[in-house]
């Protein structure tokens, strides 16, 4: 899995040394980030002029990445592999609680430096004064369509209850869906949430 949103020669440089230290017949990228696909593309492209077999599945988020990784399976053919993954992450709705860092009409109506932003897949669908409410409204609007698993992981700059708020509500709002949550403090997010 890459970490981050930031692309440079220094990521370059550390996924080429990577991939050719992996030592692994096959190896399956992972680029969590919707700015990172390209970069872990052309990675991708030079390990295979250097013989090695690398495949990337497109994630556009860490909750799709561990519903990918979570279907994986090292006994099955890599190719075969490679297409679960790829299905299982395509499969997972991401959404994203964020803070605005400055005034913008959105498809919800303007916002301002400061208010909590729910995005779907990438979409603004949500504005709110606090994180909590808009937790609650942004997993309100994930489980509409019905789901059996989430998953959360909390960013660096959630409020410490934010994953008992969360399961707390997903009790008693909606106790037929299994919940994994992680402190894992993420970048650049509030709270990031997969829906399968």
């Not at 399976?73 to 075969?80: H, K």
């Not at 410490?160 to 399961?167: C, D, M, R």
């Amino acid at each position: 899995m890459v970490p981050g949103n930031s692309a440079g020669p220094e990521l370059d440089a550390a996924l080429d040394d990577a991939l050719l230290e992996a030592g692994a017949r096959h190896v399956v990228l992972l680029p969590n980030g919707r700015g990172l696909t390209a970069t872990v593309e052309q990675a991708a492209g030079r390990a295979w002029e250097r013989g090695r077999e690398v495949v990337v599945v497109p994630t556009a988020s860490p909750v799709q990445g561990l519903a990918a990784l979570a279907v994986h399976d090292p006994g099955r053919r890599p190719a075969d592999d490679a297409v679960s993954m790829a299905e299982a992450a395509a499969a997972t709705r991401r959404g994203e609680l964020m803070v605005a860092r400055r005034a913008a009409l959105t498809w919800v109506g303007r916002c301002e430096p400061g208010d909590v932003l729910g995005l779907v897949d990438g979409e603004v669908v949500l504005i709110a004064d606090d994180v909590p409410s808009a937790a609650a409204r942004l997993l309100d609007r994930m489980l509409t369509n019905g789901a059996e698993i989430v998953t959360a992981l909390t960013g660096q700059d959630a409020p410490p209850t934010l994953l008992g708020s969360i399961t707390g509500r997903l009790r008693a709002d909606h106790p037929e869906v299994e919940l994994t949550g992680y402190d894992v403090r993420v970048p650049d997010a509030i709270l990031l949430v997969g829906v399968e």
